[in-house]
Structures are given as structure tokens and as C-alpha cells.
């Protein structure tokens, strides 16, 4: 759901925050369906993306993989909780053909790590694979 007709993001925005997202497409559709309904302007929706990008840390073993790896859901779930000092619960894992597609975190209105809601579903793989960067 939209709550307001959404313009198309400005380019500068876009380009920048291309280092966020995986797509042009995708930073439209978040403005659409989420940054719409902020009251923010889409530059300030988008700083408050960045900034939340940002405050997340990302465990050591996770930053630049060296080789492919597997791991349970559960234990990168606890290895992103130990690194920003909140409940596990707050982490969630999404996978595809039990392949590591992203780690979402859930965060209030003020940018504050807080326990996801139990609607939000973990990855239902016993372990996920996390390709080394190329």
C-alpha cells in the first residue's frame, strides 16, 4: 500500500544509493510503499535508510568471506546480535534454495534495534551457504 502518489527518487539519490541497494527498481519500490508513508521528503527518508544501513555492525566472520561458507540460521542470527549488543530476536535470515540472501534486522521509528515481530519468518533452512566475494 501507498499512502501518497510517489514521484520517481531524484537521480543523485538513486546513484547514491545504489551502495544500499541491489537496484534502481528496488530503492523505487521502498519509496513507494514505505518512504510514501514517513512524511519525509525522499531525501530525508532515504538519509534515514543510510543511517540505519550504517549503524548496523556486521560480524567479523560475515565482512569480506574469503571462501563459501555455511552456517545455521540461528548462529548468524546470535553472531549479528553479539555484535550490536541486542537479542537475536532481532536478527532475521532470508534465504532462497538455502542460499544466503540477506540479513534483516528489525529497528523502531527512531533508528533503535528492537525484537522483530513474530510475523516476520526466519529462513527455514538448517544451514545457509554465504558465497565468498568475488
Known sequence: MSCTPASPVAADI????????????????EWEKHGTCSGLSSQ???AKV???FKSVKPPDQFKNPSSDKSFAPK???????????A???????????QELVGVE???????KIQS???SL???PASSVLMHQLK
Do not use: T, W
Open 14 to 29: 538513486v546513484r547514491h544509493m545504489l551502495e544500499y541497494f541491489p537496484s534502481r527498481g528496488l530503492i523505487q519500490h
Open 44 to 46: 530525508e527518508y532515504f
Open 50 to 52: 543510510e543511517q540505519a
Open 75 to 85: 548462529d548468524v542470527d546470535q553472531s549479528f546480535a553479539e555484535s550490536n549488543q
Open 87 to 97: 537479542s537475536a530476536d532481532a536478527f532475521r535470515i532470508s534465504c532462497h534454495a
Open 105 to 111: 534486522v528489525c529497528m523502531s521509528k527512531d533508528l
Open 116 to 118: 522483530c515481530a513474530i
Open 121 to 123: 519468518r526466519e529462513c
